[in-house]
């Protein structure tokens, strides 16, 4: 099954590259910010786990058709392009292309810099500069991917990834 490997891809990827003791910082600035980082730290993670076992390319490709044909983002017979912005980055950079998103000149300049991202202090330098940018769009609620319990676990028991703990 690939979705299971992308998804012990991806934790594994969290344990090695996510530093566990400066979660308790991003936590002192609240559960909304923390989602920031979340969204931005995963793209990072996933990005670093895949260049140290290149096999996991395959399986992480896989393992996000597989979610998106079982709706696991719950984004069937929805506009992704109506989504808030971190939502968006969270979709693209799972699914790429698939996903469908589109982002403006002004909002491709974070999507370089996601892609981009090399260390934790990156992923927090970015997720400040993305809070306060959709602070200012009036973006700064819950996102839509944390705050829909009906999409809070794909139906079989598994969490979607707006419920992923820290520490694994």
Not at 107 to 125: A, G, Q
Request: proline share 2%.
């Amino acid at each position: 099954d690939e979705a299971t490997d992308l998804f012990l891809g991806h934790e594994v990827g969290h344990a090695l590259y996510t530093p566990q003791g400066e979660i308790l910082k991003v936590l002192e600035k609240g559960g909304v910010y923390k989602n920031f980082v979340n969204v931005v730290e995963d793209a990072r993670i996933e990005k670093m786990i895949q260049n140290k076992f290149p096999g996991l390319k395959r399986c992480f490709y896989d393992g996000y058709t597989e979610l998106m044909e079982r709706d696991f983002f719950g984004t069937n017979g929805k506009d992704v392009n109506d989504y808030n912005f971190i939502d968006r980055l969270n979709l693209h950079f799972k699914a790429g292309i698939r996903a469908g998103v589109d982002f403006s000149a002004e909002e491709m300049t974070f999507v370089d810099r996601m892609t981009n991202l090399r260390s934790w202090e990156e992923t927090i330098t970015l997720s400040d500069d993305l809070y306060d940018y959709c602070k200012a769009k009036g973006e700064d609620e819950e996102p839509e991917s944390y705050e829909d319990s009906d999409n809070a676990e794909s139906g079989d028991g598994e969490p979607d990834d707006g419920e992923m703990e820290w520490n694994g």
